[in-house]
């Protein structure tokens, strides 16, 4: 463990130093803006520090390397997480408190790069975080996106979507590394020559964009080890024609720049939604192209070249699909460039890759036009079409015959490349990210597949860091876990079970509840400042965090809201728990039905907020541009989690750990991560409902399911759906939300009424729902079960998932011996 070069009054000079420096100003003078500056910048000179010390140490190791491939980083903002990395939370907040400054004064003016959609880029951060701390030497790799997931703004009720300008006042975090730039090729024509009896393929007159990288790094937690996050932006490589400009033709003369620089534009905000657009192609093969290039260069430095070692000290790890190229992109490195033959090339490569299933949604699965990849990437069209025709010839010989098996299984089939045939087929490893999605991998979306290599896919259930996701974002209850088991579960968060005992200390419980309470108040004056909207911290917080899809069942939670609604209008003496219910959900800007989804849980909220007794009892909450930094903020004040997703699609969850780690007990059904939940901390301790993935499957595939039953007989049900429509949420225009009506109880295009099983499951949640009120009324039960939940909570943590996939599927060597 590097020494600390640094104590509360040397960080004070540097920051007063920098402040002087940088803006010529006194402490005085200096705005929030700047001195998050100058404090991020004291900051980074102590990680520098150590970056340039750990990758002199590292450059000529010869152990293992990761490379994380992934369109998406949701890392969130950096400063106090580095802080807290680097130890020095003390001194710094020392440091700051003498000057006369708080963190939630300056922590706000570090712009949240928004660099991904949900939950496949939040866990990609999460693993850089648990990378380091266990000192394992990897890297993370991704676009440098100019403009992140779009801001949301609630205006008139209903979402409207504003441009994530993140790097407008630069990025403190970032160094660019112009020297490692590596060219991309596009388009062109493939030419082959023969050159010492073999053939050669080259791509001419084929479209260069240069790839820039800038290296964010990445501290462990007590660690030496500073791993590096790269992001690539793409440039044109030629500078702007003069020619054209002096001729006055000013926008040809940059068309070039314009058209390379566009690749790292803006982020996709497609979540669990393929498109099939050109420009998102050309983002991913240029993420994996850079990536490869890098990494085989510096494999060549290390080992010069002997290519056989590569899947010895190299590992290629493809976070869901979007980074799939890097397959046939390293098969044309070690063809083209290094000179190799297929055979060799391919059980390389076959070697060195190891992918990630994220979802088993069926509109999620890329499916790339082959006609725009032959376009596109010619060369690399050429290395997918071999490398299906030697998989089909060997599928022939497995399944002789069976033609529509073969299909399903193919890389290229019915004009279509199959992103995730390839990465089955290709990789050493396919895992799933909860046990139970492992299990439907392997019985169902991948079913061909598990009969010829089972011993290929595996499961590793996510995890979440517990430094950003419990010590960050929750200090209270950091300091009183601490203060009753000792700091040693930082290290090793399964330690937190020795809460355990403390459930039954009624000091400890009471200090717990207190702790809940400020972040409470916390997270309510947070909201009045920002929404302007007042909360009252006595009625308990109901919390739905994720992105908006229908089969996450937002409309479950709306819909069960509007129920109770009308029973307080009908019961003068009704006795209900009072509830929060906190919404924070953007949906994708072509997504129709979920922007429909989120005007109705508005009109709800207005329709509550008229009644004067409804709204005694009642109140929902929006929160706007739902974020990591939101999240930081939301979680610890939590008191039920909403996990309504139709079994069998949830992948796994990650927000679902994040509450339960925060004391918040889960209302959820039995899909992806929550059955692991529930079997941690036992059924007394969480709300089960709702039909399990098996009944969820058969329905499915008997289509016996029809909702109409179950709206005739329900009279609550057809009342608040009749009131969706007959102006009672929209009196100016009552058909607003006549889709949203039809499609539970009618379908459309061909779908099925209520795909994702509101009505049918409605009954159980509401029966759960009742028992959450009289169980939180009994304050010690309820607190006895909070303790339970983040007692139980450490299996969750990314350390755990790390280890596990170091463990099972990439066998890195420690950096130093230190653990892992
Ligand atoms: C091509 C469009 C697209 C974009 C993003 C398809 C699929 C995705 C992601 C794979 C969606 C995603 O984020 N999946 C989530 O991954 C989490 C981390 O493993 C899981 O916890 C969630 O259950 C899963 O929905």
Avoid at 42 to 56: F, L, N, S
């Amino acid at each position: 463990m590097t020494s600390k070069s640094f104590d509360k009054e040397s960080i004070k000079q540097s920051i007063l130093g920098k402040l002087q420096r940088y803006n010529g100003k006194t402490l005085e003078e200096a705005n929030n803006q700047q001195i998050y500056n100058a404090v991020a910048s004291t900051v980074r000179d102590q990680i520098m520090q150590r970056w340039v010390k750990y990758r002199e140490s590292d450059r000529d190791d010869k152990g293992k390397r990761l490379y994380y491939l992934s369109i998406e980083f949701l890392i969130g903002r950096s400063l106090y997480n580095n802080v807290l990395n680097l130890c020095a939370t003390r001194e710094y907040t020392q440091a700051l408190t003498e000057l006369g400054i708080s963190w939630e004064e300056i922590i706000p003016s570090e712009p949240e790069p928004g660099l991904g959609n949900g939950g496949l880029g939040r866990l990609a951060a999460c693993f850089m975080d648990s990378l380091a701390t266990l000192n394992l030497p990897a890297m993370g790799s991704t676009i440098r996106y100019e403009y992140g997931l779009f801001r949301q703004k609630l205006t008139d009720g209903q979402q409207v979507e504003l441009p994530d300008d993140w790097l407008s006042n630069g990025n403190v975090w970032e160094m660019p590394a112009a020297d490692e730039s590596v060219d991309v090729c596009f388009e062109g024509n493939v030419v082959t020559r023969q050159e010492g009896g073999r053939i050669v393929f080259s791509v001419e007159g084929g479209r260069i964009v240069e790839a820039v990288p800038y290296d964010m790094p990445v501290v462990g937690h007590e660690a030496d080890t500073v791993n590096s996050l790269r992001l690539w932006r793409a440039r044109s490589r030629t500078a702007m024609d003069f020619g054209t400009f002096s001729s006055g033709d000013y926008r040809n003369a940059s068309i070039e720049q314009e058209l390379a620089s566009i690749i790292s534009k803006v982020l996709y905000p497609e979540d669990n939604h393929h498109e099939g657009k050109t420009l998102r192609l050309c983002q991913q093969y240029f993420l994996v192209s850079a990536t490869l290039q890098y990494a085989l260069k510096d494999f060549k430095r290390r080992f010069g070249d002997q290519f056989h070692l590569l899947p010895e000290k190299v590992v290629f790890h493809i976070n869901d699909t979007h980074p799939a190229l890097a397959i046939p992109e390293l098969m044309r490195l070690l063809m083209d460039q290094e000179g190799l033959g297929w055979d060799e090339a391919q059980q390389i490569t076959m070697r060195c890759v190891a992918y990630t299933n994220h979802t088993v949604m069926q509109e999620a699965l890329e499916r790339w036009p082959q006609e725009l990849v032959r376009r596109q990437l010619p060369r690399i069209y050429m290395i997918l079409e071999e490398m299906n025709r030697r998989l089909c010839e060997m599928l022939w010989h497995k399944f002789p015959g069976q033609w529509e098996r073969i299909g399903r299984m193919a890389i290229l089939a019915y004009d279509q490349v199959h992103m995730a045939n390839l990465c089955v087929a290709w990789s050493y490893c396919v895992n799933g990210v909860s046990r139970l999605h492992g299990d439907i991998l392997k019985k169902d979306t991948f079913h061909d597949y598990a009969l010829i290599y089972p011993q290929k896919f595996t499961y590793v259930t996510n995890g979440i860091s517990h430094r950003r996701w419990l010590m960050a974002c929750n200090p209270g209850l950091a300091e009183l876990i601490s203060g009753a088991i000792g700091t040693a579960w930082q290290h090793d968060p399964s330690l937190l079970e020795g809460l355990l005992p403390y459930r039954d200390d009624a000091a400890f419980r009471a200090e717990f509840l207190k702790v809940k309470q400020h972040n409470k108040e916390n997270f309510a004056q947070w909201i009045k400042a920002r929404q302007g909207i007042a909360l009252d911290t006595d009625t308990m917080f109901d919390v739905q965090v994720k992105r908006l899809h229908e089969y996450k069942r937002q409309m479950l939670n709306a819909l069960h809201i509007h129920v109770l609604y009308n029973r307080i209008v009908d019961d003068l003496n009704i006795d209900l728990l009072p509830r929060t219910f906190v919404f924070g959900a953007k949906a994708s800007p072509g997504y129709a039905k979920a922007k429909m989804i989120i005007r109705y849980i508005l009109a709800l909220s207005r329709l509550i907020d008229r009644h004067p007794r409804a709204r005694q009892l009642l109140k929902i909450l929006f929160v706007e541009n739902y974020n990591v930094s939101a999240a930081e903020m939301l979680i610890p004040a939590a008191e039920l989690s909403e996990q309504l997703s139709t079994a069998g699609k949830e992948a796994s969850g990650t927000g679902n750990m994040k509450f339960m780690m925060n004391g918040a007990l889960t209302m959820g059904t039995l899909d992806g991560a929550n059955v692991e939940i529930s079997e941690q901390v036992g059924m007394d301790n969480i709300y089960i409902f709702g039909m399990r993935a098996d009944k969820v499957s058969t329905l499915y595939q008997d289509g016996s399911y029809s909702p109409i039953g179950i709206y005739e007989q329900n009279a609550e049900i057809r009342r608040a759906l009749t009131q969706m429509i007959d102006g009672t949420l929209f009196p100016d225009n009552p058909a607003l939300l006549q889709s949203l009506y039809h499609d539970l109880l009618f379908g459309s295009w061909g779908a099925p009424a209520d795909p994702y099983f509101v009505l049918k499951d409605f009954g159980s949640y509401s029966m759960a729902q009742r028992r959450v009120d009289s169980d939180y009324r009994h304050n010690e039960q309820w607190l006895r079960k909070a303790i339970t939940n983040t007692a139980m909570s450490g299996l969750f943590s990314s350390d755990r998932s790390i280890a596990d996939y170091n463990r099972d599927i990439w066998k890195l060597r420690p950096i130093g011996g230190k653990r892992a």
